[in-house]
């Protein structure tokens, strides 16, 4: 790649080898001269890390908020995507795949440079509410984020993350100031991590939810429930229970597993397994708990009385039980961010 695009990358540190750690994730690369990090986007040339994905955005199509899904945050809104090349996962069942795992620097540099400002005045042309850095990981392409993030400020569009959870602190401590809202997959337990997820520890992502709590950064979780993987009922309540822990209110993705990548030899998810998991979690306490991928409503009740908050169907979003924030009927406030 030609030195006059290389971006240095940021959360790195030479070790007394010459080697490079790399901070950004949890994985804490160690990358010698001329090689990358398990994400192969994050390069050591000369001793200095590089990106070798700034401004390589492989999307810009709008979606709607609920497809991330954030379904507590800015309800019925639109936004830009953002992604690159490259993820810190392996993921066997990866639905980018072909982004995240099937690609060469040649084809990285064959992407027309966008730069953050572009991004946020496309943005700005389509009259979408924000940006949503996603279908890869964030976190390997976060010099770019960042950037982009900062520039929508300026013009008051949100930034929303759709994230695997395995980024460091000091990289969320870097974000938080500009990051409105995250869903984070919690995919299963270690077993899961270690054999389907390319080798990463399950509390890991366990923290960064737990620090997304504590810094109140409006977070949503996803659990893709995959046959013979993750399906059996201790593993939802596990998880359900996990969440409790840290609130009642925290919004609780069960989604549908379709065949993908190299797992595309299994049969779809049971839709009854679905609203199994669904079941088991509202009855541990869970006040938002949504049964995803399924082409079914998926509304927001008032857990108070019950009320229809917001209606949800194919992406389309209404809200008939909400009056200036509070559900229409008892008048609890609907906790969901507008």
């Given amino acids: 790649m030609p030195e006059k695009e290389l971006h240095e990358a940021l959360f790195w540190k030479k070790e007394k080898d010459g080697r490079i750690k790399c901070n950004a994730c949890q994985r804490n690369c160690i990358i ?73 620097e040649e084809m990285i540099e064959k992407v027309p440079f966008t730069s953050p400002k572009e991004i946020v005045e496309r943005t700005l042309e389509l009259g979408v509410q924000g940006i949503a850095y996603t279908y890869t990981e964030p976190t390997i392409f976060i010099e770019y984020a960042l950037d982009t993030m900062k520039e929508a400020k300026k013009f008051g569009l949100y930034n929303v993350f759709v994230s695997n959870g395995y980024m460091s602190e000091e990289l969320l401590q870097a974000a938080k100031p500009y990051l409105d809202a995250i869903n984070v997959d ?112 998926e509304n927001t009740l008032c857990p108070k009385c019950k009320n229809l908050l917001v209606e949800r169907y194919h992406y389309n979003t209404e809200m008939p039980g909400i009056k200036e924030g509070k559900c229409s009927k008892c008048g609890s406030k609907a906790e969901i961010i507008f």
């Avoid at 520890?201 to 949503?220: A, D, F, M, P």
């Fill in 186 to 297: 919690l995919k299963g337990n270690q077993k899961f991590y270690q054999e389907v997820c390319g080798g990463v520890k399950e509390e890991g992502v366990k923290n960064t939810i737990r620090w997304l709590y504590k810094n109140r950064i409006h977070n949503e979780v996803t659990y893709l429930i995959i046959p013979g993987f993750n399906d059996k009922e201790e593993y939802f309540k596990e998880t359900a229970e996990f969440i409790l822990s840290l609130s009642d209110s925290i919004p609780l993705h069960f989604s549908r597993f379709y065949p993908m990548n190299k797992l595309d030899y299994l049969p779809a998810t049971d839709p009854k397994t679905v609203f199994k998991a669904k079941e088991i979690a509202e009855n541990l306490g869970l006040k938002y708990v949504y049964a995803g991928n399924l082409q079914a409503e």
């Fill in 32 to 104: 010698g001269e001329g090689k990358t990090g398990f994400c192969r986007v994050r390069k050591n040339i000369e001793g200095k890390l590089y990106s070798l994905v700034y401004g390589k955005t492989l999307t810009l199509e709008v979606d709607p908020i609920e497809k991330k899904p954030l379904f507590h945050f800015k309800p019925g809104s639109q936004c830009t995507g953002v992604s690159t090349y490259g993820c810190n996962f392996a993921c066997l069942h990866c639905q980018n795949f072909h982004l995240s795992q099937k690609f060469t």
